[in-house]
């Protein structure tokens, strides 16, 4: 029995994801069918691929939107108004109770759905200011999207704040669902592990993006106040920068570049610490998937952290500051004993956030509208 036909507009989708919005799109579509809600997704087309149905699942593979570069709408807007427009063409034939976009780029769509009268909902995964060092016409964007929408869902109370501060939103319009964390999916022997650590030692982890957003530049500054630390970071962005600024400031450093699913939880079991040193962290999926996996966190406030306790599940430094950063990675690993705490209780706190319960409160958001 399908309880409710919702319309959900993301832009990526496994197998094509950047980061923690196609994999946040996937696992809820697949958990609220379960819950008997008809889910029709909408997402450029990628290359040569084809919509497809999946049970209560419905992909609609939009063509003629981007080029093959996943992110090309930056500096090519246009490409978002083409985008809404048709999906508006498909909206009046699969005729859904609910329309449901993902952050700034769903917006327009989301506005010619409100003027075809249909209900709507936005999940704002993130601001345009977390994002840029300067502000850009975005922040505009999802101001008009928050306007638009019936009902706002965000990630965290620290962006329900945001959200209610910078574009004037009633707090009451706001739900707070978090994301939930996956299951490690993967088993890793100890010589695997051991396999790790004889390669880089007694490691410090950062996996993300390097970019403004995720301050990886602090933990290279730390890096010079730690005594002989090795730090290891995964993942693509400006590592030319960071290599350059590693070697001038003598830090033992090594860059992997992007890495595979498999890898970057093995690097997590392997890791001596996992770092996040965002300046700006909406969730935290990987820190989520760090303590998921019994690592021992350091991290500067992130909406995960609301639900963790301070150091009892990880421990917590001032965001840009590396000096803080430096000391409390050094508590850290000169206390292994008090690591393997802080990776147990952590683990036992994200074990809490599945994404059938992120499923469960969104199907709730549909029907109070």
């Given at each position: 029995m399908i309880e409710i036909k919702v319309a959900m507009i993301g832009w990526e989708y496994p197998p094509h994801i950047v980061g923690g919005l196609g994999k946040h799109c996937f696992n809820l579509a697949n958990e609220l069918t379960k819950l008997g809600v008809e889910v029709d997704f909408f997402s450029p087309q990628f290359f040569d691929e084809s919509s497809y149905d999946d049970g209560?699942?419905?992909?609609?593979?939009?063509?003629?939107?981007?080029?093959?570069?996943l992110y090309?709408?930056?500096?090519?807007?246009?490409?978002?108004?083409?985008?809404?427009?048709?999906?508006?063409?498909?909206?009046?034939?699969?005729?859904?109770?609910?329309?449901?976009?993902?952050?700034?780029?769903?917006?327009?769509?989301?506005?010619?759905?409100?003027e075809l009268g249909y209900k709507t909902v936005l999940t704002l995964h993130s601001l345009d200011f977390m994002r840029s060092e300067m502000p850009t016409k975005v922040s505009s964007i999802e101001r008009e999207g928050c306007n638009i929408a019936d009902k706002i869902i965000t990630v965290s109370n620290y962006m329900k704040e945001q959200i209610s501060r910078r574009y004037g939103v009633d707090e009451k319009k706001i739900s707070v669902i978090y994301n939930g964390i996956e299951n490690v999916l993967y088993h890793f022997s100890e010589s695997?592990?051991?396999?790790?650590?004889?390669?880089?030692?007694?490691?410090?982890?950062?996996?993300?993006?390097?970019?403004?957003?995720?301050?990886?530049?602090?933990l290279v500054y730390a890096g010079k106040l730690l005594h002989g630390a090795h730090i290891v970071f995964a993942g693509s962005g400006d590592a030319d920068g960071l290599k350059t600024l590693s070697k001038s400031l003598g830090v033992d450093a090594t860059f992997l570049?992007?890495?595979?699913?498999?890898?970057?939880?093995?690097?997590?079991?392997?890791?001596?610490?996992?770092?996040?040193?965002?300046?700006?962290?909406?969730?935290?999926?990987?820190?989520?998937?760090?303590?998921?996996?019994?690592?021992?966190?350091?991290?500067?406030?992130?909406?995960?952290?609301?639900?963790l306790e301070d150091g009892r599940?990880?421990?917590?430094?001032?965001?840009?500051?590396?000096?803080?950063?430096?000391?409390?990675?050094?508590?850290?690993?000169?206390?292994?004993?008090?690591?393997?705490?802080?990776?147990?209780?952590?683990?036992?706190?994200?074990?809490?956030?599945?994404?059938?319960?992120?499923?469960?409160?969104?199907?709730?958001?549909?029907?109070?509208?």
């Open positions: 209560n699942f419905h992909m609609h593979k939009i063509p003629g939107v981007i080029n093959g570069r090309s709408h930056y500096s090519m807007n246009e490409n978002v108004s083409s985008y809404a427009e048709k999906i508006a063409n498909e909206l009046n034939l699969i005729r859904p109770d609910v329309v449901h976009g993902h952050d700034w780029i769903s917006v327009d769509a989301l506005k010619r759905a409100k695997e592990i051991e396999s790790v650590r004889e390669k880089f030692g007694k490691f410090v982890l950062f996996l993300g993006r390097l970019t403004y957003q995720k301050g990886p530049e602090y570049g992007f890495v595979s699913e498999r890898e970057k939880f093995l690097l997590y079991k392997a890791a001596a610490i996992y770092v996040s040193s965002s300046i700006y962290e909406p969730f935290g999926i990987t820190i989520g998937e760090a303590l998921k996996s019994s690592a021992a966190v350091v991290s500067a406030h992130a909406g995960i952290t609301e639900l599940d990880y421990l917590e430094f001032k965001a840009r500051d590396s000096y803080d950063l430096a000391s409390k990675i050094e508590i850290v690993l000169n206390d292994e004993g008090f690591a393997r705490e802080l990776g147990k209780n952590g683990k036992r706190k994200v074990d809490e956030l599945t994404w059938e319960k992120c499923a469960r409160e969104t199907l709730k958001v549909y029907k109070r509208i």
